[in-house]
C-alpha cells in the first residue's frame, strides 16, 4: 500500500488543491467569465501534473491547445453571446441538489473501485522512468506503430474544422 | 499513484456536476473540457506508474487533446449558431430537437 503513495510530493498537493478549487469555481461561479478565467487556472495546474508525471510534450501541449487555444475560443464565444454585464441570469437550473448527489456518488464508488483493484493487485505496478528520450520516442511512435491513429486524428481534425466553418458561417439566401 | 487517480474521479465528477447543472451552453463546453482533463490525468498517471508499453498512455493523451479541441471548435460554432437564430445559449431556451 506504501508503494501506491510513490510520486506524490509536496508540489503534487498543491497542484491538486489548485486543480480541485479552480474547477469548482468553474462548474458553481455565476459569471460564465470568470468560470472561463478559472478554467484557465485549472488547465495550467493539470499541466503542472504532467510534469510532475514525467509527460513534459503532454504539459507543453496542454498549454499550448488548451490554454491557448480552446480557453481562447471559450472566451470569444463568451463574448460573441452573452450580455454578462446587463442582467443577472439564473446559471444553474433545477436539479442541482440531485447532481450534487449523483457526482458524489459516483466519486465515492469509484474510490471504492481504485481500493479494491489496487489491493486485488490487478495492475502490475512499476514506475518507470520517461524522462530521457521524451519527445524522440514519441514522435518514432507515432510515425511508426500508431501512424494510422494519427493520420486517422488529422482527418477528423480536418473534418472538424471545416464544420465548423461551415456552421458558424452566414446562410445567403 | 493512488492520489493521482482519486484527483482525476474528482475532477471528473466536479465537470459531471457542471454538465448537469448549468444552464448556459458554454458552461457546458467548459465542464466536458474539465471531464476530459481527468481522464488525461488517468491516461498519463497509468503510462507512469503501471507496466505498459512506455509512452502509449502519452500518445492517448495526445489524442484525446486533439479531440477535445475539434469538440470544441465544432460545439462553439453551434453555439454560435443558436445564438444567432434564438438569441439566447441557454439549454432551456432551445428545445426544438425535443419531440
Wanted: positive net charge; hydrophobic residues 60%.
Amino acid at each position: 500500500m506504501e508503494q501506491l503513495f510513490e510520486g506524490v510530493t509536496p508540489v503534487f498537493w498543491i497542484l491538486a488543491f489548485v486543480t480541485l478549487v479552480s474547477a469548482f469555481m468553474v462548474v458553481s461561479l455565476k459569471n460564465i467569465f470568470h468560470c472561463a478565467l478559472f478554467l484557465i487556472l485549472c488547465l495550467f495546474s493539470v499541466a503542472g501534473l504532467y510534469v510532475l508525471l514525467e509527460a513534459e510534450f503532454i504539459a507543453a501541449a496542454q498549454v499550448l491547445i488548451y490554454v491557448g487555444a480552446v480557453a481562447i475560443l471559450m472566451i470569444f464565444a463568451i463574448m460573441l453571446t452573452s450580455n454578462l454585464a446587463s442582467r443577472r441570469i439564473r446559471q444553474l437550473n433545477e436539479n442541482v441538489l440531485v447532481s450534487f448527489f449523483v457526482s458524489v456518488v459516483f466519486v465515492f464508488a469509484g474510490i471504492l473501485l481504485i481500493r479494491a483493484t489496487t489491493t486485488a493487485r490487478v495492475w502490475h505496478y512499476r514506475p518507470k522512468d520517461l524522462s530521457t528520450d521524451n519527445i524522440a520516442l514519441l514522435g518514432k511512435y507515432l510515425m511508426t506503430e500508431y501512424a494510422l491513429p494519427f493520420e486517422v486524428i488529422s482527418v477528423l481534425l480536418v473534418a472538424a474544422m471545416i464544420g465548423a466553418i461551415v456552421l458558424a458561417r452566414k446562410e445567403r439566401s | 499513484m493512488l492520489p493521482y487517480l482519486v484527483l482525476a474521479m474528482i475532477l471528473f465528477a466536479t465537470g459531471l456536476f457542471g454538465v448537469l447543472t448549468r444552464r448556459n451552453t458554454i458552461g457546458i463546453l467548459m465542464s466536458l473540457e474539465l471531464m476530459f482533463n481527468a481522464a488525461n490525468i488517468n491516461f498519463v498517471t497509468f503510462n507512469k506508474f503501471v507496466a505498459t508499453t512506455p509512452f502509449v498512455g502519452q500518445l492517448f493523451a495526445i489524442f484525446v487533446i486533439v479531440i477535445a479541441a475539434a469538440e470544441a471548435a465544432v460545439g462553439l460554432a453551434i453555439v454560435l449558431l443558436i445564438y444567432r437564430n434564438w438569441r439566447g445559449i441557454e439549454t432551456d431556451h432551445y428545445s426544438v430537437m425535443k419531440w
